[in-house]
């Protein structure tokens, strides 16, 4: 299994950026694809997460702002991020859980700078 992330970049503050994870491979049944990020010096922290029945988590730092969606089909999840802050510049990870464990991106980097 392999999940490809995308759409990272930089932005200024205020803008946008949507980020892509498409899983591939021997899948399975997946049970939660979610969105991780880690600025340096930091800790790795979740983002938003969502499971297979369609509940969603978001990190309260970007309630409002940020939004995920999935496309089963697809085997893709997105993260949609407005009004960006220079605190949101890190390298963004995608994770899937299936009932063999979790799988990690190899992240995409967001940088907010003006």
């Known amino acids: 299994v392999q999940l490809q992330a995308s759409g990272g970049g930089l932005v200024q503050p205020g803008g946008s950026l949507r980020l892509s994870c498409a899983a591939s491979?021997?899948?399975?049944?997946?049970?939660?694809m979610g969105w991780y990020r880690q600025a340096p010096g930091k800790q790795r922290e979740l983002v938003a997460g969502i499971v297979s029945g369609g509940t969603v988590t978001v990190a309260d730092s970007v309630k409002g702002r940020f939004a995920i969606s999935r496309d089963n089909a697809k085997k893709t999840v997105y993260l949609q991020m407005n009004s960006l802050k220079s605190e949101d510049t890190a390298i963004y990870y995608c994770?899937?859980?299936?009932?063999?464990?979790?799988?990690w991106g190899q992240g995409t980097q967001v940088t907010v700078s003006s």
């Open positions: 491979g021997r899948t399975f049944s997946i049970r939660y």
């Open positions: 994770k899937m859980n299936n009932a063999y464990g979790d799988v």
